[in-house]
Structures are given as C-alpha cells and as structure tokens.
C-alpha cells in the first residue's frame, strides 16, 4: 500500500515494475467499481472515499514459493528506485 506522501501513483509504479520486467497487479477493485454493482445501483467513486482511495493506492506484489533472496532483492530495490524522492 502506497501512503499519500509517495513520489508516484500506483499506476506509474506498477509500469515502472513492469519496464523492470517485475510482473504485478492491482490488489483490489472495490464493489462501487464492479461493472454490474455500478450499473445497477448507480455507484461513484464519490460515493465509497475510503474505498476509492485503498483501490488507488494497493497493488499486489510477486510472491511465490520459488522466489529466492535474489529475486526479492531485485523487486525490494526496483521499489526502492522507483519510490526514492
């Protein structure tokens, strides 16, 4: 989760894994966002602020049970260039 004060928004961290060749996603789509929810109850992001704002800031990072201290060292400072001010 990024906090407010980070230098980029998720979405910008999220190509900037990618161009690192650093696969991840976004974490979580809150409800007022799913297609058939927001048709139907005609939800806005305006309506659900905290959950707009986790939406806006979470992604998930690689975690499997074959990553090695070599590729976590490789996503910690891919992160850590991407987030320095």
């Keep these: 989760r990024l906090n407010d004060a980070a230098p980029i928004g998720r979405d910008r ?3 900037g894994l990618f161009e ?9 789509i809150p409800l007022h966002l799913q297609p058939y929810w927001r048709e139907r109850y ?9 959950s707009q704002h986790a939406y806006e800031h979470m992604l998930s990072l690689p975690l499997y049970t074959r990553m ?8 910690a400072g891919a992160l850590r260039a991407l987030l320095a001010p």
């Design 42 to 50: 005609g939800l806005t992001p305006a309506m659900f602020p905290h």
């Design 68 to 75: 090695t201290e070599v590729d976590v060292d490789r996503v």
């Design 20 to 28: 690192a060749g650093i696969g991840c996603s976004v974490h979580y």
């Design 13 to 15: 961290l999220i190509e």
